[in-house]
């Protein structure tokens, strides 16, 4: 442990149970030396797997509906008063496709499906950093990140609506990056992640095939959760102070590769 997070105070969503990206994140970040809130949505603390990852992590829990302004809103005042001060970093680790969800191909997308998957998975970045600033809940140098996928850039047919849902998430990084760093110094990223095994990524049709193919092709192999939580606690240290606005592939080099021996092979072709 490296002591990078002493003395931070943070908000962590999104952990559901011991496979979420975010839970990892908040066990690597208790390693560190942060106190921090962790939240979800109510319906999904009715599972309470949470419960354990907050005893296990000194921390409390506030639920808080990432779609709701007034829950967003008592979310960051909560904290502040629990944890005793602003907060240093914040974790949007908050996906949800019912497009996906119901197997609907893409150029078939229903419309109500779509626009809640945009509140959840991207307006709620918006209105989560808009709750913030309203009530200067973050400090000076504070870091907040998403995370994403690389659909964004490229087309997976299967990722439907919700490679153009991470678009926008990214964008939201980019634009309110911009306004909260000229005034607040706050720093906001996104970090694209490999297919990972959690309840969120196994839901996509053909995961399975796709998570060997990205293996496959990446020369590190896929990041697993583990080391994507290694990446967040960089981002929310002060070693990265200067890194905003940005979408930070952590990928095992995937998203650098065209095509590699092992796939070559698989084809036949060498
Ligand atoms: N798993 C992957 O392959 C992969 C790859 C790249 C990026 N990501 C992204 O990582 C993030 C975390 O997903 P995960 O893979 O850990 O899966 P996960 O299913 O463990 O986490 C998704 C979380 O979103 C929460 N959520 C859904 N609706 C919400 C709402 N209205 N308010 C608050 N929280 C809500 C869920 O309760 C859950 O905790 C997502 O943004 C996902 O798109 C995942």
């Known amino acids: 442990m490296y002591n990078l997070l002493k003395g931070k105070r943070g908000i962590i969503t999104g952990a559901l149970d011991q496979n979420s990206i975010a839970w990892k994140v908040a066990e690597k970040a208790h390693e560190e030396g942060a106190e921090f809130v962790l939240t979800n949505a109510p319906i999904a603390m009715r599972m309470g797997e949470i419960n354990a990852l907050a005893e296990k992590t000194g921390s409390q829990i506030v639920p808080a509906d990432a779609t709701n302004m007034e ?45 809640k998957g945009i509140d959840v998975s991207a307006m709620s970045f918006h209105k ?27 087309t997976y047919p299967f990722y439907t609506d919700m490679a153009d849902i991470k678009a926008m998430l990214e964008s ?82 995937y998203s650098s590769t065209g095509v590699s021996d092992i796939v070559m092979q698989k084809m036949g072709l060498e």
Do not use: W
């Open 71 to 115: 829950e967003l809103e008592n979310l960051f005042t909560q904290s502040q008063e629990i944890l005793g001060g602003k907060i240093d970093f914040v974790l949007h680790s908050i996906g949800m496709s019912v497009n996906i969800r119901k197997k609907i191909p893409y150029t078939e997308s229903n419309y109500d499906y779509f626009m």
């Open 172 to 253: 939201i990084a980019r634009s309110f990056g911009y306004h909260y760093g000229l005034e607040k110094k706050v720093r906001i990223n996104t970090v694209s992640q490999s297919p990972t095994k959690t309840t969120a990524g196994t839901g996509i049709k053909g995961f399975g095939d796709f998570y060997d193919y990205a293996d496959a092709i990446a020369p590190l192999g896929n990041a697993d959760a583990e080391s994507c939580a290694d990446y967040c606690i960089t981002l929310f240290s002060d070693l990265t102070r200067m890194v905003t606005m940005q979408n930070l592939f952590h990928d095992g080099g």
């Open 128 to 154: 989560m950093l808009a709750a913030a600033k309203k009530l200067d809940a973050i400090s000076e140098g504070g870091s907040v990140v998403a995370l994403t996928y690389m659909a964004a850039q490229r």
